[in-house]
């Protein structure tokens, strides 16, 4: 399955109670500590990123967020200011294994890696509430086709 991240920000908007900086050694140059695994990481404010790394209007509207996350609001996408060097996990983070978008591409939900719906979409809600018991059973592979059709079916885009 391909993962594509849509830069919607949720993940990055909690990590701040995972990702710490404990050390600057430059000026764009930190250490960041994993407070779970103690993991540090040296990380690099991106070149082209500097200026929007100093804005920190981000942590008045979420003061959860990772150091180095940033929202821009014109394209109203997330940033990760030290994208070219970010930590392993960041690396391997998929949050999803299946999307769900309306007829315009809007995401609408998403299935996430333990069989779970994360949706506020009342709509893709009641359809997975009705259906997602039925499906339980299947293994995994049948189980991933068996909810991308299902979501067709009510005319969902589905990009796994
Ligand atoms: S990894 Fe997922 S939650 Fe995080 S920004 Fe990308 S799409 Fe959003
Ligand atoms: S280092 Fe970047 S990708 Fe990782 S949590 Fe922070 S902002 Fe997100």
């Known amino acids: 399955m391909t993962f594509f991240c849509t830069q919607c920000g949720e993940c990055c908007t ?17 250490v960041l500590q994993n407070e779970y695994t103690g993991h540090q990481s040296i990380v690099t404010v991106d070149p082209d990123k500097h200026e929007f790394f100093l804005d920190q209007s981000i ?3 979420h003061p959860d967020s990772c150091p180095f996350f940033r929202f821009r ?20 983070y998929n949050c999803w294994r299946i999307l769900i978008q309306n007829s315009t591409g809007s995401r609408v939900g998403r299935v996430m890696g333990w069989r779970h719906l994360c ?27 068996s909810v991308v059709r299902l979501f067709q079916s009510y005319g969902y885009r589905i990009v796994v």
């Open 14 to 30: 909690t990590l701040g109670l995972v990702h710490v900086i404990v050390q600057q050694n430059k000026d764009n140059e930190f």
């Open 119 to 145: 949706a506020e979409d009342e709509h893709v809600k009641t359809i997975w509430s009705k259906h997602a018991q039925e499906l339980s059973s299947l293994p995994d592979e049948e189980w991933d086709r």
């Open 73 to 92: 609001e014109n394209d109203k996408k997330g940033y990760c200011t030290c994208h070219l060097t970010r930590p392993p996990i960041c690396r391997d």
């Open 59 to 61: 942590f008045e509207i």
